[in-house]
């Protein structure tokens, strides 16, 4: 039977937050081995700023510092090793760092938002923080007097020092007794509840006390402060730990704390405990107490995308009436997040839709192209192939490369869920809070090119829909991992899954395709180069020039340059060489000789068509207009 309350997202991010701090009890030890490579002061350090967060009235401040202490020294592990031989535990250990300093800010915002939810997660904190739990005589002592206060009628924590439960744990702080159980207790622990009990009340009458147009301002500044910080906390441990294996969990409070915040501060709805102190001095009962629900969260398969979302196999199985569950806790199809605020109303408690609006009456991003180079030698169009007729190009000892003209005519990027309308891309990253990493520069062999992490709308107002002398490239990243609301736009296509004869020896095999994002202004280039894999590049947004050459052309590689080895790009230049472009190094007439020699063919890829780029064939891309493209590599 779902306990009142249940249907309020913040209040079910504040129980996953407790479900995910009380890992860190007495049974953590058992799974402390995962981390063991990592050192013990470091593991030590975080397990106890999660039992910190797990005290009633913990020093945020303190435990936030602590744990970027912990972020820090493991971010650095990953500059000591190459990415492929960096041991797992250090990705783990700043993943979860991450996800507990999100949960310090999660208890933050949610103490702005609806104060009564952390008053009342204090109040049931605060009558056991401070004992002492070394031996087991004195656990099961401490967990007798729990279970005897919480036969006690509770409700609102009392903020009226003259009421019989606030006397109660006055009692229980000074070792006095407390339903016939005597607990002792150091005079310093005795201080230290007395001393938050009345730094809680102060707190709650000060919130209370803030009612005037400035304090609501500055209330509303730090909520969207806490709210970048915590999407910024998450968003920093998938790009940079990927996720420390632990991706479904991360999209999981991600989505939850999207539909929380859509909601109002302090809501009105009826199941809301009221922030009034109860005018009897016996509290009402309490709506919130019970057991946590805890699941897993589970992204669905990336095989193949769903693009609805199917009932669950048993109505009832969700994570508090929210994430459909198969029977055994999995996600039976992709989280859909409603476009448009959910009306929240006394009767009504906001739920998630599937109903899209209509883009159409939306802006898209210019179609302006700066340059649009010749096309001199066409690469040949035709229709989807079947997979036989593919698989037999595939198959010939040297495929040429082909535009597919109708091979994704379905996808929802292209049409219902356009990418290419600013507004949709931006509802689903979160109203561009997420994080993305960019590429500052022309081309990544330029001197001067860069590499920031922004968050989306930065990145959108910065370098796409706005004029710049720099540019941003979202290049070569694996968003759909990052942001599963934008991989149920897309499907991989069925040639992925054919069998290409050759691959380049050492190249390891993939077990599924492997996709990657490509989101510019006008003039990005991806300099001349070589990839290990057969490709699918898709154009979903704008225009795109490709040049390829074959891999017998004699293209001159570059060397190894800072201790990178670059032997996979060319050492020519493209744009410079024919002009499109300013020299950025130097150059000579026997280069661009040698460079005129060369046999390519080259295209223009429009939007819905898809390249297929053979293993082995070098290939300069150059974004005419705004462009949104999508990778598959696959063997």
Request: aromatic share 8%.
């Amino acid at each position: 039977m779902e306990k009142e309350g249940t249907d309020d997202p913040l209040r079910k991010l504040i129980d996953h937050g407790n479900s995910f701090i009380s890992r860190y009890d007495s049974r953590y030890e058992k799974s402390a081995p995962i981390l063991e490579g990592c050192g013990e002061p470091l593991v030590e350090l975080l397990v106890r700023q999660a039992r910190l967060m797990s005290m009633a009235t913990p020093d945020h401040d303190l435990i936030k510092r602590r744990l970027d202490d912990i972020l820090s020294a493991s971010y650095n592990k990953f500059y000591a090793y190459l990415y492929k031989d960096l041991p797992p535990c250090w990705r783990l250990l700043y993943t979860e760092a991450a996800i507990l300093k999100f949960w310090v800010l999660v208890f933050e915002w949610a103490r702005i938002r609806q104060p009564e939810l952390i008053r009342k997660r204090v109040w049931d904190k605060m009558e056991w923080e401070d004992f002492e739990l070394d031996t087991p005589a004195r656990r099961e002592e401490v967990h007798e007097i729990k279970a005897r206060f919480q036969k006690q009628p509770k409700g609102t924590p009392p903020r009226n020092p003259s009421s019989v439960v606030w006397h109660q744990l006055m009692q229980l702080s000074t070792g006095t007794e407390v339903g016939g159980v005597h607990v002792r207790r150091s005079r310093e622990a005795s201080s230290r509840v007395r001393e938050r009990l009345q730094e809680w009340q102060r707190r709650n009458e000060q919130e209370d006390g803030q009612q005037g147009p400035e304090q609501q301002q500055q209330k509303q500044e730090r909520e969207e402060e806490l709210l970048s910080d915590m999407v910024k906390t998450l968003d920093l441990a998938l790009i940079l730990a990927g996720g420390g294996g632990k991706h479904d969990e991360i999209h999981g409070y991600v989505a939850l704390l999207e539909k929380a915040a859509s909601l109002p501060s302090n809501d009105n709805s009826p199941d809301k405990i009221s922030s009034k102190p109860s005018e009897s001095e016996t509290p009402r009962q309490d709506p919130f107490l019970g057991h946590t629900r805890t699941t897993s969260l589970t992204q669905p398969p990336t095989k193949r995308a769903r693009l609805s979302l199917p009932p669950p196999t048993n109505p009832s199985s969700t994570i508090d009436g929210w994430l459909p569950l198969n029977a055994s806790g999995e996600l039976v199809g992709p989280v859909a997040i409603s476009d448009e605020p959910p009306v929240n109303t006394q009767q009504q408690t906001p739920i998630i839709t599937q109903k899209p609006p209509n883009w159409s009456s939306h802006p898209s991003f210019s179609p302006y192209e700066p340059f649009t180079p010749p096309v001199t030698s066409p690469i040949p169009r035709l229709p989807s192939p079947s997979l036989t007729t593919f698989q037999s190009h595939l198959s010939s000892p040297s495929p040429q490369p082909l535009i597919l003209t109708s091979l994704v005519p379905s996808w929802p990027a292209l049409a219902a869920h356009p990418w290419s309308k600013p507004s949709y891309l931006l509802s689903r990253t979160f109203s561009g809070r997420r994080l993305i990493p960019v590429e500052i520069g022309r081309s990544y062999v330029d001197e001067g090119w860069s590499q920031k992490i922004l968050p989306f709308s930065e990145f959108l107002s910065t370098y796409i829909t706005s004029p710049s002398e720099s540019k941003g490239y979202l290049a070569q990243h694996q968003l759909f991992a990052q942001l599963p609301q934008l991989r149920s736009d897309i499907t991989i296509p069925d040639l992925c899954y054919t069998s290409p004869a050759n691959r380049p020896d050492g190249t390891p095999e993939l077990e599924e395709p492997m996709l990657n994002a490509w989101f510019g202004p006008p003039g990005t280039i991806t300099p001349l180069h070589t990839d290990p894999y057969h490709n699918l590049l898709v154009q979903v947004v704008g225009r795109k020039y490709v040049r390829l050459y074959p891999p017998g052309a004699g293209v001159k590689r570059r060397g190894e340059e800072a201790g990178v080895d670059m032997g996979n790009t060319a050492a020519f230049d493209v744009g410079v060489l024919e002009g499109w472009d300013e020299a950025t190094g130097e150059g000579g007439d026997e280069e661009e000789k040698e460079f005129k020699r060369l046999e390519y063919v080259d295209c223009i890829l429009e939007p819905g068509e898809t390249l297929y780029i053979p293993v082995g064939w070098w290939h300069y891309v150059r974004g005419l207009s705004v462009s949104f493209s999508v990778s598959f590599w696959w063997n």
